[in-house]
C-alpha cells in the first residue's frame, strides 16, 4: 500500500534553543556563506559558534533554507571534497545573494535600531 | 525570474528524482557523519556518535520527506500518484466504474448538446462592429394592436435626422431575384439595401467594394453585391467575376464585390432566407409613407433602448399630421441579440434547465455508489489514517478517483454530445439553424469542450466531496474493530442516501412534468382546425420572372396552362393557383366598404389580401359558406368580384348578409362585389388565431399585386403529394423550360413549421425525462439493494425470530415507498412553481394541468415501487440460518 506521510513545517523549526525570527535565518546562512564557500554541517556549526549556542540548527530547517537559496539563485552548490576527503556539497553565495544579504542587512539594522530606540525611550 | 528559476529547478528535479533523492540522501548523511565526527572527537565510539546525532538530529527520513515536499514539483508529484493510484481502483472494480462513467456521461453529454445551441444562440458575440450598440428598428401601432411592421422612408428620414439616438441607419427590403443569363435561371434570395448598411455594420467585402452614395439613387448605376457562397456555387470563386454584368429579374446590374463567409447575414430576422445577392437602390423619399423597409441603426454612445424609443416617438408625433398613413405608428427597437434569437430564448432556457437537472440526477446516482463503495473501503481508510494519513490527504486521494471518473464522464460526454447536437441540428426549426448556422456542424469548438470539461470538474465536487469527506471521517477504532465484518449502517449515512434519493425523484418528476405539458400542447396543436384540409396538397413556386412576363396577359396565360396540364395528370384530383398560403403569411391591405367609404385615418380597415384562381377552395377545400366561389365569367370582362372570409363578414357586417356588399382595396381602384363568404382559415399558425381574409380572381388583373405564384396540387386520395413533384415540374418546364421551381412542400409540413420549435423542445424533453426516470429508479433500486444486502444479518435474525416474509418485503418497500412518495412530494412543489417559467411554449394547456400531473405522479408512483419491490423480494429470500453464520 502507498503511503505518505506529511507533517507540519512547524514542527521542524528550531527548539529549545531560542527560535528565529521568520526569515532570519536565510539571512543568517547568506551571512555564513559571504566568507567562504561551506557545506551544510560548515554552516550550520558556524551559526551555533558565532552565535555562541544561541541559536542551533536543526538538518531539517537548515537543508529546507538552503533548497529554497539555491531556488531563488541566492547561492550555488557543487560537491567537492572535504578536508577529510569526503564528499559534500559546497554552497556559495551568487553576486545576486550579495546584494540580497547587503539590503537584507541594512533593512535588519534599520529595525534593530528602531526597536532598540523604543525600547530604552520611557 | 525567479519564479521561472524555480519552476526550471522543480522540472529539472521532477525529470531526475532518483537523482536529486540520491544528492539529498548524501548530503545529509554527509552532515550526520560530520556531526557524528565530531562527537567522536569527545571519546564516543562510531555507533555511540551516530545515535547521539540521530537523537539530536531527528529521524533522517522525515528530514528528507519534509525537505522533499516543500518544493511544488513534490505536490505534482503527489497528484501522479494519486491519479495511478485512482485509476488502479478503479479497474479493479469495473462495474462501478463503467456505471459510473456512463451515467456522468449522459448528463454531462446533454449538458454539453443543449450549451452548445444556447452559446451559438444567446451567448456567441454577434459579428459586428459595436454589435451591442447595434438595434432593429421597426413600428408598432397600439391603438390597432400591430406589431414589428416593417417602416416607410418617412420615418427612417426623421427618425435619422432629428432623434440625435443614432450614429446612422441603414435600411433594407427583401425582393424575390431571378437571376439569368449565367447557368440555370434561378432565384436568389435578396435584398435591396441602402449604401450605408455594411459600413454602418462594419463588414467589409472580400473582393471589390460596396456600394457608394451615388448608387442609392433610382437614377444610379445598377450594382449589385454577391454573397461569398453564391460567388462559390455561381462563379466558381473566380476573381473576374468583379465587373461583369448580371441579369436579374430583367435588368443588368454591375458585380462590384463579394462579401465575407462569415455570418454577414446575421442582421436580418432569422426567419427569412440569408441572402446571396444585395441591389442598390433604395431611394429614401421624406414623402414616401410605404411600409417597405426593415431598419437597422447604431445607437450613439450611452443612448439606451428605451431613451432612443422614447425620442423616435416625439418625432412620429410630429410627423403624424403629415398624411394619415402615419396615424398611430410607434418605433419599435430590439437588440440584434433578442432579434436574431427570435422566440427560441425561452425554449432554450427550459432546455437547458432540463439537461442541469438530468446532470443533478446523475450526481446524485454517482454520489450514492460512492457512498456505499466508501462504506466498503472503511476499512482500507482506517487502515491508511492509523498509520499518519491526515483526513485532508485521504479527502484528497478520494477526490482524485472522483475526478478521474469525471473526466473520463466528461470525455464520454463529449462522445454523445457530437451525436446529440446532429438530432438537434435535425430537430430544430429552420430559423433557429440560420441564427446559429454552426449548431450544424459536427465540430463542437473549444469553448465547448472548456464548458464540458469544467461542468466535469464540478460535478467531481458534486458527487465526490460529500462521499469523501464522509468516507474519511478519522473514526479509526471503530472502523478497525469491523475489520471483515459488514458494519451496520449509521443513522447519518443512511439519511444521506434517503436524502439523495429523495432529491433525485423530485428532479425526475418536475422533469417528467415539464415533458408531459409538451406532449400535451402537441397533442392540443393537432387537435386544431386548420380551415382547410392540408392532407395531400403539394405547394410549390414558380418567380415568373424576365421580359416575356412583363405583361399581366403573359402571366395569367402561363398559369392557365400550367393549372390545365396539372390537372390533367392522372393522380391529380384538382390544382390551382394563388398568392399567399395559409400558415405561412399574411400581406395585409386597406379595404373600405360601402357602408362607410372614407374610415377615418388610424382605423383603415385592413384584411389579408389572397389573389387566386379558380378552383382554390375546392383544391384547398376551404368550404364556401355563402354566395358562390370563383367561376370562369369572374375574368376581366366580368363584374369586379371579391370572397372574403367569416371573420370578415362578422367584423364589418355583422347580422346582415354579406353577399352583394361592396368594398374597395386600397383606397382606390374599382369597387368590388362581395359574392361569397368563405370558411375561416389560419394564416399564421394554430395558435394566431383566425384573421380577416379577401380573395380576388387573378384573372381580373387586380391592380394591387405582382402575380400569383404559388402552385397548389391536391392528389387523388392514397397518392402521396410528394410523389407527383417530378410529374409537375415537368409539366411546368414543358411550358416554360426558363422558370425556377422553389419551395416546393406539402402543406402537411407547411402546417408543421411553426410548431417546429415546440416539437423539438417535447422531443428533447421527453428523451430527457426518460433518461431522469430511468437513472432515478436506478438509483432508488441500488441504494435499496444496498441497503438489503448490509441488513442480511438483521433481517436474518428478525425471520429466525418468526417474521414472516411479508413482513421484511413490507419492512423494505415501506422504507423505500415513504422515500419516493417524499421526493414525489418535493418534485410537485417544485414543478408547480417552475412550469409556470414555460407558460409561452404551452398551447392549449395550463401549466398546472392537472391531466399531467396526475399521469406524472402515477408513473412515478408505479416506477419507484418496482424499484423498491426487487430489492425487497431478494430480502426475503435470506436463510435465516446462512445469514447469520455469515461472517
Known amino acids: 500500500m502507498l503511503l505518505l506521510v506529511t507533517r507540519r513545517i512547524e514542527d521542524f523549526m528550531p527548539e529549545k534553543a531560542s527560535d528565529l525570527i521568520q526569515g532570519t535565518l536565510d539571512m543568517l546562512i547568506l551571512k555564513t556563506l559571504a566568507l567562504e564557500p561551506m557545506h551544510g554541517y560548515g554552516i550550520s556549526v558556524r551559526i551555533e559558534q558565532v552565535s555562541k549556542s544561541v541559536f542551533r540548527l536543526n538538518a531539517g530547517s537548515l537543508f529546507l533554507a538552503i533548497q529554497r537559496l539555491e531556488r531563488d539563485g541566492l547561492i550555488q552548490s557543487e560537491w567537492k571534497p572535504t578536508e577529510n576527503n569526503r564528499r559534500a556539497k559546497y554552497h556559495a553565495l551568487t553576486r545576486k545573494g550579495r546584494t540580497r544579504l547587503n539590503s537584507e542587512t541594512r533593512e535588519w539594522e534599520r529595525q534593530t535600531t528602531a526597536i532598540a530606540r523604543i525600547l530604552e525611550a520611557t | 525570474m525567479s519564479i521561472l528559476r524555480r519552476a526550471a529547478a522543480g522540472l529539472r528535479s521532477l525529470f531526475r528524482t532518483e537523482r536529486s533523492a540520491m544528492e539529498l540522501e548524501e548530503e545529509l548523511n554527509g552532515f550526520l557523519e560530520m556531526a557524528a565526527a565530531e562527537k567522536m572527537k569527545a571519546g564516543l565510539s562510531h555507533q555511540e556518535a551516530l545515535r547521539a546525532v540521530r537523537i539530536e538530529c531527528g529521524n533522517p527520513e522525515v528530514t528528507k520527506d519534509l525537505v522533499r515536499s516543500a518544493t511544488w514539483e513534490s505536490g505534482v508529484e503527489t497528484c501522479w500518484r494519486d491519479l495511478w493510484f485512482g485509476l488502479r481502483t478503479l479497474r479493479k472494480s469495473p462495474g462501478f466504474t ?254 437547458m434547465g432540463a439537461v442541469i437537472f438530468v446532470l443533478l440526477i446523475a450526481c446524485a446516482n454517482v454520489a450514492n455508489l460512492l457512498l456505499a463503495r466508501g462504506t466498503r473501503r472503511a476499512n482500507e481508510f482506517a487502515v491508511r489514517s492509523a498509520l499518519g494519513a491526515s483526513r485532508g490527504r485521504v479527502v484528497r486521494q478520494l477526490l482524485t478517483e472522483s475526478l478521474v471518473i469525471s473526466i473520463a464522464g466528461g470525455a464520454c460526454g463529449i462522445l454523445l454530445a457530437s451525436f446529440g447536437r446532429k438530432g438537434l441540428a435535425a430537430l430544430a426549426p429552420e430559423y433557429l439553424l440560420q441564427a446559429a448556422p454552426d449548431l450544424a456542424h459536427a465540430a463542437p469548438d473549444l469553448r465547448i469542450l472548456a464548458f464540458a470539461l469544467l461542468v466535469a470538474i464540478g460535478t467531481t465536487l458534486l458527487f465526490g466531496l460529500v462521499p469523501a469527506l464522509r468516507c474519511a471521517r478519522p473514526y479509526v477504532t471503530d472502523a478497525l474493530k469491523e475489520t471483515g465484518r459488514s458494519s451496520l449502517q449509521s443513522p447519518r449515512s443512511r439519511s444521506l442516501h434517503s436524502a439523495l434519493i429523495v432529491s433525485e425523484i423530485a428532479l425526475a418528476m418536475v422533469l417528467l412534468i415539464g415533458a408531459g405539458l409538451m406532449i400535451r400542447t402537441l397533442a392540443q396543436l393537432g387537435r386544431v382546425n386548420f380551415g382547410f384540409n392540408q392532407t395531400n396538397v403539394l405547394t410549390l413556386r414558380v418567380p415568373l420572372a424576365g421580359e416575356r412576363y412583363r405583361e399581366f396577359q403573359a402571366q395569367a396565360q402561363f398559369w392557365e396552362r400550367v393549372v390545365s396540364a396539372v390537372e390533367s395528370l392522372p393522380s391529380v384530383e384538382s390544382a390551382s393557383v394563388s398568392r399567399g398560403l395559409p400558415i405561412s403569411g399574411w400581406s395585409g391591405q386597406f379595404f373600405a366598404t360601402s357602408e362607410e367609404p372614407n374610415p377615418p385615418a388610424g382605423q383603415v380597415p385592413v384584411a389579408n389580401y389572397v389573389v387566386i384562381g379558380p378552383n382554390y377552395f375546392r383544391t384547398m377545400q376551404i368550404p364556401i359558406r355563402a354566395g358562390r366561389t370563383f367561376n370562369d365569367h369572374d375574368n376581366n370582362g366580368g363584374e369586379r368580384v371579391v370572397i372574403i372570409n ?101 402543406m402537411e409540413q407547411i402546417a408543421l413549421e411553426p410548431v417546429a420549435q415546440q416539437h423539438m423542445v417535447m422531443a428533447l424533453l421527453v428523451s430527457f425525462a426518460g433518461l431522469a426516470l430511468i437513472l432515478s429508479a436506478l438509483g432508488t433500486y441500488s441504494v435499496l439493494s444496498y441497503s438489503v444486502a448490509q441488513r442480511t444479518r438483521e433481517i436474518g435474525l428478525r425471520m429466525a425470530l418468526g417474521a414472516q416474509r411479508k413482513n421484511v418485503l413490507r419492512l423494505v418497500v415501506v422504507g423505500g415507498v415513504r422515500l419516493a412518495f417524499l421526493g414525489i412530494g418535493v418534485g410537485l412543489t417544485a414543478a408547480l412553481a417552475l412550469t409556470r417559467l414555460m407558460k409561452v411554449l404551452l398551447f392549449g394547456v395550463r401549466p398546472t394541468d392537472p391531466l399531467t400531473f396526475g399521469a406524472v405522479i402515477g408513473v412515478l408512483a408505479v416506477t419507484s415501487i418496482l424499484a423498491c419491490y426487487i430489492p425487497a423480494r431478494r430480502a426475503t429470500r435470506v436463510d435465516p440460518i446462512v445469514a447469520i453464520r455469515y461472517e
Open chain 2, 98 to 351: 463503467a456505471v459510473a462513467i456512463l451515467t456522468l456521461g449522459l448528463g454531462i453529454g446533454a449538458n454539453t448538446a443543449i450549451f452548445s445551441a444556447v452559446y451559438a444562440v444567446l451567448l456567441k458575440p454577434i459579428p459586428f462592429k459595436n454589435a451591442e450598440r447595434l438595434v432593429f428598428i421597426e413600428k408598432r401601432n397600439p391603438p390597432r394592436g400591430w406589431n414589428r411592421n416593417p417602416i416607410s422612408p418617412a420615418e427612417i428620414i426623421a427618425w435619422r435626422n432629428e432623434s440625435e439616438a443614432f450614429d446612422d441607419i441603414a435600411a433594407y427590403t427583401e425582393r424575390s431575384c431571378v437571376l439569368t443569363g449565367v447557368g440555370e435561371p434561378e432565384e436568389e434570395p435578396c435584398e435591396v439595401i441602402t449604401s450605408n448598411l455594411f459600413p454602418l455594420l462594419g463588414v467589409a467585402p472580400i473582393r471589390g467594394r460596396t456600394f457608394s452614395t451615388d448608387e442609392d439613387k433610382p437614377g444610379g448605376s445598377r450594382v449589385v453585391l454577391l454573397s461569398y457562397r453564391l460567388w462559390q456555387r455561381r462563379f466558381g470563386g473566380r476573381e473576374k467575376v468583379i465587373g461583369t454584368a448580371l441579369d436579374i429579374g430583367g435588368d443588368s446590374y454591375t458585380v462590384v464585390g463579394v462579401m465575407p463567409a462569415n455570418n454577414s447575414h446575421l442582421y436580418a430576422s432569422p426567419y427569412g432566407t440569408p441572402p446571396d445577392l444585395w441591389l442598390s437602390g433604395i431611394a429614401l423619399s421624406p414623402t414616401e409613407v410605404s411600409n417597405e423597409y426593415f431598419g437597422i441603426g447604431r445607437l450613439k454612445p450611452g443612448v439606451s433602448l428605451q431613451q432612443a424609443e422614447a425620442r423616435m416617438d416625439a418625432i412620429s408625433i410630429r410627423i403624424e399630421p403629415m398624411n394619415s398613413d402615419l396615424r398611430g405608428w410607434r418605433a419599435q427597437l430590439m437588440t440584434f441579440r433578442t432579434n436574431t434569437s427570435g422566440d427560441t430564448r425561452p425554449a432554450l432556457l427550459v432546455l
Open chain 2, 646 to 746: 367569416e371573420e370578415l363578414a362578422r367584423l364589418y357586417w355583422a347580422g346582415r348578409e354579406a353577399v352583394g356588399k361592396r368594398l374597395q382595396i386600397g383606397g382606390k381602384g374599382p369597387w368590388l362585389s362581395v359574392v361569397g363568404v368563405a370558411g375561416d382559415v389560419l394564416s399564421q399558425g394554430p395558435d394566431a388565431g383566425f384573421h380577416s381574409e379577401m380573395y380576388v380572381p387573378y384573372q381580373q388583373f387586380p391592380w394591387l399585386m405582382d402575380g400569383p405564384k404559388n402552385l397548389v396540387v391536391r392528389t387523388s386520395g392514397g397518392v402521396k403529394p410528394e410523389s407527383v413533384v417530378g410529374e409537375v415540374i415537368q409539366e411546368i418546364h414543358r411550358i416554360d423550360k426558363d422558370q425556377p421551381v422553389v419551395e416546393i412542400a406539402t
